[in-house]
């Protein structure tokens, strides 16, 4: 039985982060450094040995394009790729758009702090990350968690917040110990999980500055 190796990255930085944008489900792409980060992402994973099976993205660009270079870095390209909308980032609402420091002049830095990484506080219109885990989840132990007790050697990329969702679940983690959990774009996170689904061991691999 091979081994059951679950990877999750962060896509790489894109237009909005880099204007410090409220991003959510809009749809911008990575720029020259997110580029950089997510081939850099695929150098290490290279250089680990890893190979892959299956590949699971959002229905966003820069997940997605994080998924091909990613894959183009380690030679992989034709992996088996499935794309969905239950990766998507958080939902965020009437905040998306938005500067954040603008945001937090307006509402106050409190505010914002527990709407960007409270459990159960959502943003105006938008998703709470126990909305993101509630729209993640199902789509997790369906689609992907099924390829990795196979055995299938499984890459994700997604977003910042519906990765935070995923890693509460993986690594069972409380409100208050998901609220201090920060994900680096293309920083790859790699998982090795036993066959009851828990997980074994985790390393972060970040990227080489
Ligand atoms: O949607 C966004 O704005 C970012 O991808 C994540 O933003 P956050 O760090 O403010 O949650």
Do not use: C
């Not at 997510?38 to 660009?61: N, Q, Y």
């Not at 790729?81 to 106050?108: C, H, I, M, P, V």
């Not at 709407?115 to 993640?136: F, I, K, M, Q």
């Not at 609220?179 to 080489?208: C, F, H, N, Q, W």
């Amino acid at each position: 039985m091979s081994e059951r190796i679950l990877v999750l990255v962060r896509h790489g930085q894109s237009e909005w982060n880099l204007k410090n944008l409220f991003t959510g489900w809009r749809d911008p792409d990575l720029t020259e450094q997110g580029v950089a980060e997510a081939k850099r992402a695929g150098a290490r994973l290279k250089a680990e040995g890893l190979t892959f099976d299956v590949a699971f993205t959002s229905a966003l660009t820069r997940a997605q394009k994080t998924l091909d270079l990613v894959l183009g870095e380690m030679g992989q390209q034709g992996v088996k790729t499935f794309r969905n909308q239950a990766l998507n980032e958080r939902d965020y609402g009437d905040l998306s758009g938005l500067n954040k420091d603008d945001a937090r002049a307006k509402w106050g830095e409190e505010q914002v702090h527990l709407w960007r990484r409270s459990y159960d506080v959502p943003p105006p219109g938008g998703e709470s990350l126990r909305d993101t885990v509630a729209r993640t989840l199902p789509y997790y132990v369906q689609e992907i968690l099924p390829a990795v007790l196979r055995g299938q050697h499984t890459i994700v990329t997604a977003h910042g917040n519906s990765l935070r969702a995923l890693i509460m679940v993986l690594e069972k983690l409380s409100p208050e110990g998901i609220m201090k959990r920060e994900l680096a774009t293309g920083a790859p996170i790699v998982y090795r999980l036993a066959a009851d689904s828990t997980v074994e061991s985790k390393r972060d691999l970040v990227a080489a500055a």
